[in-house]
């Protein structure tokens, strides 16, 4: 049995997360404790007592210390079926963190495996839905990953309600050296990079994006749609930002923007402006822009445990977040595995064999 202190590093849901899906590939049990023991709240919550149900159903494990605020969590899983899975996280908590919690796993299952969730898809402290498709699938994708996610209906804080589907199929993972390959489009144009005329793959160019609001007049997800437009244009970089408005169950805003390995986010919150989100956004995709960085700093961290199982991997990133580091020190409990940090030319590279 593995025993993992909950209060490593970052010391939040994601080590926990990052454990039970490794459990789940190697066949090890797994005893975290001290499980977000520095957060305010600590202890599991409702949104990770769901996450960690639903593994254990898909892996048929045994389980114990599941209910909320525990600070301890056994986890003994026994074999990755497929099947069709519907789960209710009951509030808003976040449908991608569920997520991550399980899909590591899932291409190691014995047939494909249907998820329907409903909860949160776009709120704070969690990668949005959009950033999840577009993003880290199309990483994932490199990586020899077979999975999709559809949005079916959006949900905010604090009422959640919004509904995904997602399908993955048992694939097997191989290595894959990410690196920036191409410019972002500027001003009308592309700027061809050394990598990029040396047989580098581009994945990026013009940066899309999603504006939305539900149940908000239609010039809220306009008005951030032209702030982040605007904002990108005087650094230089064309974008085309769809604009989507819509009545459903909770309500609320929010804008992601991305191309390539990298992306952004920002949702909208009571008092403020719908020009203010839209910046947001785009200040964050800026920053990592104006990088040689393969992969943005979100995606850094999410790449951990794939390309450990995957093996022979690398990317760049401009900064190595203590989430980052933590996920490394979980991943090299259960694998075999040793990743290399070297820090050259202001940014980190990032490698497993």
Same mark, same amino acid.
């Given at each position: 049995m593995i025993e993992i202190d909950g209060s490593y590093g970052e010391g939040g849901g994601q080590l926990v997360r990052t454990a039970v899906a490794l459990s789940a590939v190697t066949g090890k049990e797994v005893k975290v /404790?001290?499980?977000?023991?520095?957060?305010?709240? !600590?202890?599991? @919550?409702?949104?990770?007592?769901?996450a960690l149900e639903t593994a254990a159903r898909i892996c048929g494990a045994r389980v #114990?210390?599941?209910?909320?605020? #525990? #600070?301890?969590?056994?986890?003994? !899983?026994?074999?990755? @079926?497929?099947? @069709?899975?519907?789960?209710?996280?009951? /509030?808003?908590? #976040?449908? /991608?963190?569920?997520?991550?919690?399980?899909?590591?796993?899932?291409p190691f299952a014995k047939e494909k495996v249907e998820l329907t969730i409903i909860g949160g898809t776009d709120v704070a402290w969690s990668p949005t839905t959009d950033y999840l498709q577009h993003v880290t699938f199309g990483a994932l994708e490199q990586l020899g990953y077979a999975g999709n996610v559809t949005l079916k209906e959006r949900g905010y804080y604090p009422r959640g309600g919004g509904k995904v589907s997602a399908v993955f199929e048992p694939c097997r993972l191989h290595g894959f050296h990410f690196r920036k390959t191409q410019e972002k489009k500027r001003a009308g144009k592309n700027l061809i990079s050394e990598e990029d005329l040396h047989g580098g793959q581009s994945q990026e160019g013009e940066i899309t994006g999603i504006s939305h609001a539900s149940n908000l007049p239609a010039h809220v997800p306009a008005r951030q749609a032209e702030a982040a437009e605007s904002l990108l244009l005087e650094a230089g970089y064309d974008s085309r930002i769809d604009i989507q408005s819509h009545e459903s169950f909770s309500t609320g805003s929010g804008i992601t923007l991305w191309t390539g390995y990298c992306g952004g986010s920002a949702l909208g919150e009571r008092g403020l402006p719908a020009e203010k989100v839209g910046r947001r956004a785009a200040e964050e995709v800026i920053s990592e822009f104006r990088t040689s960085a393969a992969v943005d700093i979100h995606l850094a961290d999410q790449l951990i445990p794939y390309m450990a199982l995957a093996g022979n991997s690398s990317y760049t990133v401009r900064e190595l977040t203590?989430?980052?580091? /933590?996920?490394?020190?979980?991943t090299e409990q259960f694998l075999d595995v040793k990743f290399r940090i070297e820090e050259k030319e202001g940014l980190f590279e990032v490698s497993v064999d």
């Open positions: /404790t001290n499980i977000r023991k520095n957060r305010p709240n !600590p202890g599991l @919550k409702q949104q990770h007592l769901k #114990s210390g599941l209910f909320p605020g #525990s #600070s301890e969590l056994f986890f003994a !899983p026994v074999e990755i @079926k497929g099947g @069709k899975y519907d789960i209710d996280i009951g /509030t808003a908590g #976040s449908i /991608t963190l569920l997520l991550q919690c399980l899909m590591p796993a899932l203590l989430h980052a580091a /933590t996920n490394i020190w979980v």
